[in-house]
């Protein structure tokens, strides 16, 4: 399939894309089972885009339940080369209000090891570069698209991604404050990690619902609070996407293409036919360079 410019993981609240025209539906099957949903593929401003519930339909998936791997080799398999992942948050800092939008720059795992969190494996072994665990045009295109919508926007900070389902309690964030961490969720993770592996330019677009557990004039975070603000929070984050897709043909260069060149280490020769069905789209630039 010809490349689509962007594909969009919708979060919390956030479970289709108005103004997406021409819409076909995909459900690739994948060797890890089903992505979330369907993906909706169509056209904003002239430009392919995709859509994913993240949550799937309904809103039927946890955060650790959410099959990641299917979800980022069907959007690869698409020819999908840019994500963005609009996700729900918590803040951390007073000046990261309910209602504003976090570009982060950077992520602290505390999800328990039970998350899928690689495509390598079972004769294949690379290790990608993560310092930076976005990528900077994305993250560039994302700040200006969410700050063309008339939010406040805010450029960099700490997601810090628990495991959940339930959110933390006040002696964790105030924990997650000290380190520095400047929202919190639960999602970015495997998605940062397999877009990386996949060679994918990620960012995210984290829309703040409420002040997690440590404010003392607010109450502590529930669902229904954070529901309440995430329908203001979602027409936002669609208009941003908006947004997004013009100013993409502007993104400056990236290395997020050509992640394997450095972190894969098996031989090609020495893999197998099975791991390159396996692995087809996540492997074809790379094993089509050294062919």
């Known amino acids: 399939m010809a490349g689509i410019a962007l594909a969009v993981l919708g979060g919390s609240g956030f479970y289709d894309m108005p103004g997406l025209d021409a819409v076909e539906e995909f459900a690739p099957e994948t060797p890890f089972g089903p992505p979330s949903a369907a993906i909706r593929v169509g056209t904003i401003a002239g430009q392919r885009v995709a859509f994913l519930a993240r949550h799937g339909h309904g809103h039927r998936l946890l955060p650790s339940e959410i099959p990641q791997r299917a979800n980022f080799w069907a959007l690869k398999s698409l020819g999908v080369e840019r994500v963005l992942s609009v996700s729900a948050v918590g803040s951390l800092r007073e000046d990261y209000r309910p209602g504003d939008v976090v570009v982060p720059d950077q992520l602290i795992d505390r999800t328990r090891g039970i998350r899928p969190s690689t495509f390598f494996g079972d ?17 560039q295109a994302a700040l200006y698209s969410a700050s ?14 628990i495991e959940g389902p339930a959110f933390g309690t006040r002696a964790e964030s105030e924990l997650y404050r000290r380190w520095g961490a400047s929202v919190v969720g639960m999602t970015a993770l495997p998605e940062a990690k397999l877009a990386r592996e996949a060679e994918l330019c990620y960012a995210i677009l984290a829309a703040v619902t409420d002040y997690d557990a440590w404010h003392e004039h607010h109450e502590a975070v529930d669902a229904r609070s954070v529901f309440e603000v995430l329908a203001r929070n979602v027409a936002t984050s669609q208009e941003a996407i908006r947004h997004a897709v013009p100013a993409l043909a502007g993104l400056r260069a990236c290395t997020c293409r050509a992640t394997l060149d450095a972190a894969l280490v098996t031989s090609p020769g020495a893999i197998s036919a099975e791991a390159r069905a396996r692995l087809g789209p996540i492997l074809s630039r790379r094993l089509g360079e050294t062919a």
């Open 123 to 139: 004769g294949v072994v690379a290790h990608i570069a993560f310092a930076d665990p976005f990528c900077p045009a994305m993250r």
């Open 148 to 161: 063309a919508t008339g939010a406040r926007a805010h450029s960099g900070g700490s997601y810090i991604v």
